[in-house]
């Protein structure tokens, strides 16, 4: 199969590097602006468009544009698609899914949410026997790195971003990675397997940026280690979800994840929880799950049809939780109990819904942390 790159960074060059390994796979154009960068290179598209010879195109760009025009105008020339970029993938997929299908081609989409972990993959596999119950998990390698850092050394959170910055974990601009933008597209990407249908950001999703060293040391000494989590589930055509920090117990398989490495949970009836463990991001990991893609397209492997055809709605009230609000003054409420830790107050909720918890933060800059099912 002859294929086209669009982009030669890390995950393009990644692709690249394994596509010559492989005697079934031949990369014949590669799209760049830096035409020095490789012999096969062109800054045209619609060189490689024109190419009645490429079957296949990989958009490695990231971005929302001219990533979805470049997608989309494959499909529309009958040229499948794999691609790595959750963003773009998060917010068309519908239209990406249903141009493939118009034009006979594929779309996929595996190294979007876990890099080289085939966790969505897994998840296709378990709906063809079964519905899916739940699914969480660390979805972003960065806010772990960040994370198990000011745990293990007690840092500061902003010493600790400025290290990943240093060591490539995170961009000049972290938005993305802490405060949840990157976890709520994986989420969406993640719920389309798992239910079949296409939902928009319309969940909570809490920031990483209020977490403190005092706050990290204050949960170690209960036992807890927060871990940046994205989840959902669903109820009937009702689902909910949610970006936040999780508080789990020290001995817990999240609690243990080190450094940029992530963690998805599927629960299911009969598989019971399944986790999927891997390097979540990075050049040769991310490669790899995009040529598992063009591999399957070559073999016609399908481990279940995509269909995102079901609605759902959002429903702040679905189910009940505990939660942690820690806030600089104490604030009113039934709460289980409030600890005083230096100047820091640390609310303990009852059993509350997500609407009950948007009403006690109230927009205030507080930090939020969900309690584990495991030690609810």
Do not use: W
């Not at 289980?336 to 009852?350: L, M, R």
Request: hydrophobic share 40%.
């Amino acid at each position: 199969m002859k294929i086209a790159i669009l982009g030669f960074g890390t995950v393009g060059s990644g692709v690249y590097e394994i596509a010559k390994t492989l005697k079934n796979i031949e990369v014949k154009k590669v799209l760049e602006k830096d035409l020095s960068k490789i012999n096969i290179a062109t800054d045209n598209y619609d060189e490689i468009i024109n190419d009645k010879e490429i079957e296949l195109v990989v958009e490695c760009m990231g971005g929302l544009h001219p990533a979805y025009e470049f997608i989309m105008k494959a499909l529309q020339n009958k040229k499948s698609v794999v691609s790595a970029n959750k963003a773009v993938i998060a917010k068309y997929l519908d239209e990406f899914l249903k141009t493939a299908r118009e034009n006979n081609v594929e779309f996929r989409f595996e190294a979007s949410v876990g890099g080289g972990i085939p966790c969505l993959a897994g998840i296709q596999k378990i709906r063809r026997v079964e519905n899916i119950d739940k699914f969480y998990g660390i979805f972003n390698g960065t806010s772990n790195f960040i994370l198990d850092n000011m745990y293990r050394f007690e840092n500061e959170f902003f010493t600790t971003l400025k290290n990943a910055q240093e060591l490539g974990y995170a961009e000049a601009d972290p938005s993305a990675d802490i405060d949840g933008y990157d976890v709520t597209n994986k989420v969406i990407i993640s719920f389309a397997l798992a239910y079949d249908g296409f939902i928009k950001n319309d969940f909570p999703c809490f920031t990483l940026r209020n977490i403190t060293k005092e706050d990290i040391l204050y949960f170690k000494k209960q036992g807890f280690i927060a871990k940046y989590i994205g989840e959902a589930t669903t109820k009937a055509n009702d689902y909910e979800a949610s970006v936040m920090l999780n508080l789990f117990p020290i001995n817990a398989l999240e609690g243990n994840v080190l450094s940029n490495y992530n963690i998805v949970t599927v629960q299911s009836h009969t598989m019971g929880e399944v986790k999927f463990y891997g390097q979540g991001a990075g050049k040769l990991p991310t490669a790899n799950a995009i040529i598992q893609d063009i591999l399957d397209i070559q073999e016609k492997i399908s481990f279940n049809p995509i269909s995102i055809e079901k609605k759902y709605t959002y429903s702040s009230n679905l189910f009940k939780h505990k939660y942690v609000i820690r806030s600089n003054e104490e604030l009113k409420g039934d709460f289980e109990k409030v600890d005083k830790d230096g100047s820091n107050f640390y609310h303990y909720t009852k059993e509350i819904t997500q609407a009950d918890l948007l009403k006690l933060v109230d927009g205030k800059d507080y930090l939020v942390t969900k309690v584990s099912e495991v030690l609810a």
